[in-house]
């Protein structure tokens, strides 16, 4: 519709965006067939049409641990430079065919270099690294990746397997800022939330910063608002999610005061189940805003959080112009608060302020 052939020729920065999390089952199979890992894929009979078929059927979720299982179960295939390079320019592809001038993309270290497989870290940051390179060069989109640690992964934590040693994070911090500190531009915190407070990743999150990275966590999605209080007393620049906050006027007070950006994904949020176990079933985002708070719309796992937006007509698929269109619809945006909104993400980035000229 109109609106959304508005919103994608609007300038925008994503913010908040999990290179993983933009996994299409195609793009699953065709990495798994490569590496001849396709027998290993649940369900696959050599149907691509169904299989694929079948795995959008299975991105349906209760909560968050209900779609990281299946989030981390699609990284299995990724074995090479060059799969994490087709992640990754997949994701510009789309991103730049949306209007996103700047994309600050997480990824997850851990799951590639001890969860899932045992990857080195540079094929894993060369690959998204070049990715990010090509798409300046050849899609006009300035790319920039942050390396985030999984805050499941800590001695404290009793399910994941293998145990994290507690040094876990901390040396994977010092390897890429050995061998990527030019790669990449900042650190964040991601994963199962609840019973994982910012707090345990002090220590990691203040090396990070004497190395001069910037600092991002999720925080307040599932877990409670002390969670954000916590992550902005570690350090942390902007907010990921933090949509809890409204529960704490004292929170949503500090973030509106120190001009706090929070990056907010309203399709993850109903995908996930937070809209209605927290929110009444609510898009929190108008709240947010007559709160003052700086807030930015973003995909999450756009390749997970599809279809919500469709009963509004239009626009298909969980990428960053559903966000904003389904957000304009549930809030009732003028066309002036979302040109706020796209500007907001733009400022918000942690580009330089003359790379921010070029992205408006
Ligand atoms: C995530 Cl929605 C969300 N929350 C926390 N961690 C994540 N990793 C990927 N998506
Ligand atoms: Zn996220």
């Not at 020729?9 to 913010?15: D, H, M, N, V, Y």
């Not at 079948?54 to 981390?72: E, P």
């Not at 145990?163 to 964040?188: D, T, W």
């Not at 390749?303 to 904003?324: E, I, M, Q, R």
Request: negative net charge.
């Amino acid at each position: 519709g109109e609106l959304a052939r508005f919103v994608r020729g609007l300038p925008k920065a994503e913010l908040h965006v999990h290179i993983e999390g933009t996994f299409e089952p195609e793009l699953i199979l065709a990495i798994a067939e490569r590496n001849g890992l396709e027998g290993k894929l649940a369900g696959y009979d050599g149907d691509a049409e169904a299989w694929c078929e079948s795995q959008r059927s299975l991105r349906n979720f209760d909560d968050l641990q209900g779609f990281l299982d299946l989030y981390y179960a699609g990284c299995d295939v990724l074995r090479s430079e060059d799969d994490f390079y087709d992640l990754c320019m997949s994701y510009c592809r789309k991103a730049a065919a949306g209007g996103v001038r700047r994309a600050e993309i997480f990824f997850d270290p851990q799951t590639h270099t001890v969860e899932r497989n045992a990857l080195p870290l540079s094929v894993v940051i060369n690959g998204l690294h070049r990715a990010c390179v090509d798409a300046k060069t050849g899609l006009g989109l300035d790319a920039a990746l942050i390396m985030c640690f999984l805050r499941h992964r800590h001695p404290g934590c009793t399910w994941a397997s293998p145990p994290a040693p507690a040094e876990e994070p901390l040396s994977v911090l010092e390897e890429a800022i050995a061998n990527h500190r030019h790669q990449i531009i900042g650190v964040g915190l991601d994963s199962s939330e609840a019973g994982n407070p910012p707090s345990i990743f002090r220590g990691v999150f203040q090396r990070a910063r004497a190395a001069g990275l910037r600092c991002v966590a999720h925080a307040g999605e599932e877990g409670p608002a002390g969670y954000i209080t916590e992550a902005l007393d570690i350090g942390v620049e902007r907010i990921d999610h933090g949509v809890r906050c409204l529960e704490e006027p004292t929170v949503v007070r500090r973030l509106a005061q120190e001009r706090v950006p929070l990056t907010v994904c309203p399709c993850s949020n109903h995908r996930l189940q937070v809209v209605r176990r927290f929110f009444g079933g609510e898009n929190p985002v108008r709240a947010m805003l007559n709160a003052g708070l700086v807030v930015t719309l973003n995909s999450d796992d756009p390749a997970y959080f599809f279809g919500h937006v469709d009963k509004f007509g239009g626009t298909h698929g969980g990428y960053l112009p559903a966000n904003y269109v389904v957000t304009a619809h549930e809030c009732g945006l003028s066309a002036d608060e979302v040109v706020v909104l796209a500007r907001n993400s733009l400022e918000s980035s942690f580009a330089s302020p003359k790379e921010k000229e070029v992205h408006i």
